[in-house]
């Protein structure tokens, strides 16, 4: 029932900066940002909670990309800075349910099947 729409996407150079943005229909417990190149399955890279802004960040993105979310307007956001060209993929925003109960003993996991929503995806591509 949730709907996600992202925005953001784009061209950059090598070394440079985005900013994703993604809005939420409704209300949404924990909000997460995957990635898929061609080829290759789909990477978790960053989630956030719904309460208490709980995070956490795969290896690959650690340092160089932030998550937040203001829950006021349902919107989790991702500014990615340093990309490189192995940043190049698209760009997803999920979502977790308002009545699910996985978040309810742990939050903030980077596991695809613990999302019930999904946007449409945003390309980002990176030139050397």
């Known amino acids: 029932q949730v709907q996600l729409v992202e925005s953001g996407g784009g061209l950059v150079q090598a070394g440079g900066s985005l900013r994703l943005s993604c809005t939420a229909s409704?209300?949404?417990?924990?909000l997460a940002w995957f990635r898929q190149a061609p080829g290759k399955e789909r990477e978790g890279l960053s989630c956030?909670?719904?309460?208490?802004?709980?995070?956490n960040y795969a290896d690959s993105v650690k340092g160089r990309f932030t998550i937040s979310r203001d829950n006021a307007r349902n919107t989790v956001y991702l500014q990615m800075n340093s990309l490189s060209p192995e940043d190049t993929a698209i760009y997803y925003c999920?979502?977790?349910?308002?009545?699910?109960?996985?978040?309810?003993?742990?939050?903030?996991?980077?596991?695809?099947?613990?999302?019930?929503?999904w946007g449409q995806g945003t390309q980002v591509t990176v030139s050397s």
């Open positions: 999920a979502a977790v349910s308002p009545t699910s109960f996985r978040t309810l003993f742990r939050q903030c996991v980077l596991s695809v099947g613990l999302y019930d929503y």
């Open positions: 409704g209300f949404t417990l924990d």
């Open positions: 956030i909670s719904s309460s208490v802004g709980k995070t």
